[in-house]
């Protein structure tokens, strides 16, 4: 099994930022995708963005262009999201998620991601 850690959450006003950090660890495996997704109270889970193993391709949602940028450390295992500009509509349980069976498809639905993190809080105040 992998476990993924998320870190970086907490609260921030609108129009400022924060970065998310996620730690996989456990089973080696080979060249995944790694993802980040979001649940807002009360709405179904949304994909954020995904990064390929060679970070060469990036898949952002609309909602978030131009102001979030996902990144990956393939060293430390790790893949982050850097999120600008907040609105309080970004407020949401951000989850990371890796996708075993792919290292180039970025996939924007849950199905194709196989593990998950326990999720971290972001709430972004008006």
């Known amino acids: 099994q992998v476990q993924l850690v998320e870190s970086g959450g907490g609260l921030v006003q609108a129009g400022g930022s924060l970065r998310l950090s996620c730690a996989a660890s456990g089973r080696t495996f080979s060249r995944p995708v790694m993802g980040w997704f979001r649940q807002a109270p009360g709405k179904e889970r949304e994909f954020v963005a995904a990064i390929s193993w060679s970070g060469g391709i990036t898949n952002i949602a609309d909602s978030v262009k131009g102001r979030f940028t996902i990144s990956r450390d393939n060293a430390k295992n790790a893949v982050y999201l850097q999120m600008n500009s907040l609105k309080p509509e970004d407020t949401a349980v951000y989850y990371c998620?890796?996708?075993?069976?792919?290292?180039?498809?970025?996939?924007?639905?849950?199905?194709?991601?196989?593990?998950w993190g326990q999720g971290t809080q972001v709430t972004v105040s008006s």
């Open positions: 998620a890796v996708d075993r069976r792919h290292s180039d498809y970025t996939a924007r639905v849950e199905s194709e991601y196989d593990s």
